[in-house]
C-alpha cells in the first residue's frame, strides 16, 4: 500500500497539527451549556468595530468580484497612517500565512532556525516542515535572553524569529535590547519580529515602532496582524514589512488573491477607528492588572504579560484537568500541554464581565481541589 506519509516533503510527516482553541459552539453542543465564554484564543472580546463590520457587508455584497489581488486601498491606508513605503508590505490572510510563506520562501535541509524556548508554535512547524534543524534557547525567568540567543546563531542559521509580546508567555523583549542585537546578528540570518500583539505593550514608553528599523537592517521582518487589538481574526487579514527584495518574493510566491475582499475592507475601516482600539487597549492594560491582582490573591504564579493574555502557574494543579473543569463551568481557557508546560493556563483578557465569570469559577474550583 502506498505510504503517502513517506511521499511529503520536507519534515511535514512529523508535525503533530495546529491545535486551535475550542469554539464555543462546539462546547455548547458537546456540554449541553448555553452560556459559554471563550478567554482562549486571545481574540478582542469587543467584537469587531462597528466601521469594519459596515465595511465589510459592504464588500460582501460584491462578492461576486474577486478581491484586489495586490490590496492597493489597505497598502495606501498603512502608508498614511503610519509611515510604512508600500513597497516593503506583504499583505496576508492573516500574520500566519505571511510567517508560513516566510519559511517556505527562505527555510531549507541546509540551514537552522533559532527560536527561543515556549515559541508560537507555528515558526517550529514551518522550519520542520521545511526541512531545517530547530536551535531551541532556553529562556531566563520567562524572558528571552538575548546574548543567548547570539551565541545559537550560526552561519547556517536563516531566521530567528520572535513574538514581541511573546505568545503563550506575555512578555515582551524591551526595543533598546532588540536594536543592540539585531546590530550583532549576521546580515544572512533573517530576524523576524512577530508583533501580533504589539498594540497592547506599544503603550510602554520605551517601545519604538520596531518598522523604523528596516532602512538599518536589511535582514529584519516585522509582522503584524488585524486579528487581535483590531478584532478581524475570523476575516483573516495580516501584513508583513520587510526589504522590498523580500516583499518581492514574497509576493511571488503567495496566492494572487490571498486575502479577500470583505477583509481588506474591513482592515481599512479598523484603521480609521481609533476610537475602538483605544477602548480594546484601555480594557486590556486595565483588567490585566485585576488578573495579577486575583492570581496574588489566590497564591498563583503569574508571569508579568505584556499581551492580551495572562499565562499563570497553577501548580500543584495540572492544568489540562482545570481547563476542562471550567469549560464544564462555561469558561473556555487554554492550558499550554502542547508547549510542554503542564501547569500553565492561558487565559485571554476578556471584557470586565467575563473576567469576573473567570475569577469567581476559577476561586470556586480552586476550594474544591
Ligand atoms: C505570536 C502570534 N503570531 C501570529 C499569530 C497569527 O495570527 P493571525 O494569523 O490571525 O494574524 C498568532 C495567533 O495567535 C500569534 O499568537
Known amino acids: 500500500m502506498m505510504d503517502f506519509e513517506k511521499m511529503a516533503n520536507g519534515g511535514l510527516a512529523r508535525i503533530k497539527p495546529y491545535q486551535a482553541g475550542k469554539p464555543i459552539e462546539e462546547v455548547k453542543r ?16 469587543f467584537g469587531m468595530s462597528p466601521k469594519a463590520v459596515e465595511a465589510a457587508v459592504a464588500a460582501v455584497k460584491e462578492g461576486n468580484f474577486y478581491p484586489d489581488s495586490n490590496g492597493y486601498y489597505l497598502k495606501q491606508r498603512l502608508h498614511q497612517k503610519f509611515g510604512y513605503d508600500v513597497k516593503r508590505i506583504t499583505l496576508g490572510a492573516g500574520s500566519n ?16 532556525v533559532v527560536l527561543p524556548e515556549y515559541s508560537f508554535c507555528v515558526y517550529s ?24 540567543v547570539l551565541a ?10 520572535f513574538a514581541n509580546p511573546s505568545n503563550p508567555i506575555g512578555t515582551a523583549i524591551p526595543s533598546a535590547d532588540m536594536k543592540s542585537f539585531l546590530k550583532k546578528v549576521p546580515e544572512s540570518t533573517l530576524v523576524v519580529i512577530d508583533e501580533a500583539y504589539n498594540e497592547f505593550n506599544s503603550g510602554d514608553p520605551t517601545c519604538e515602532d520596531s518598522a523604523r528599523w528596516l532602512d538599518a537592517h536589511r535582514n529584519l521582518v516585522v509582522s503584524r496582524t488585524f486579528s487581535k487589538a483590531y478584532g478581524l481574526a475570523g476575516l483573516r487579514v495580516g501584513y508583513m514589512l520587510a526589504d522590498p527584495q523580500i516583499t ?27 476610537e475602538f482600539i483605544k477602548k480594546t487597549v484601555e480594557n486590556n492594560t486595565k483588567e490585566r492588572a485585576r488578573y495579577m491582582q486575583f492570581f496574588k490573591e489566590q497564591g498563583v504564579k ?49 471584557t470586565p464581565s467575563q473576567n469576573d465569570r473567570f475569577f469567581k469559577e476559577t476561586a470556586d474550583l480552586l476550594k474544591t481541589l
Open 30 to 45: 458537546e456540554l449541553g451549556l448555553d452560556d459559554v465564554i471563550k478567554l482562549a484564543s486571545n481574540e478582542n472580546p
Open 302 to 350: 503569574a508571569i508579568d504579560s505584556k499581551a492580551n493574555f495572562v499565562a499563570a502557574d497553577f501548580a500543584p494543579h495540572d492544568a489540562q484537568k482545570l481547563a476542562s473543569e471550567l469549560m464544564k463551568r462555561g469558561v473556555i481557557v487554554r492550558p499550554l500541554l502542547g508547549y510542554q508546560l503542564r501547569d500553565i493556563l492561558r487565559i485571554s483578557i476578556g
Open 152 to 161: 545559537a546563531i550560526d552561519s547556517k542559521t536563516r531566521i530567528v524569529a
Open 125 to 148: 512547524m514551518d522550519a520542520t516542515i521545511n526541512g531545517a534543524e530547530v536551535r531551541t534557547v532556553p529562556l531566563s525567568d520567562w524572558k528571552v535572553d538575548l546574548n543567548k
Open 97 to 112: 500565512e505571511l510567517i508560513n510563506l516566510l519559511f517556505e520562501a527562505f527555510v531549507n535541509k541546509d540551514v537552522n
Open 248 to 274: 518581492s518574493l514574497m509576493d511571488r510566491l503567495r496566492a494572487p488573491f490571498n486575502v479577500n475582499a470583505a477583509a481588506q475592507a474591513a482592515a481599512i475601516a479598523a484603521l480609521d477607528d481609533d
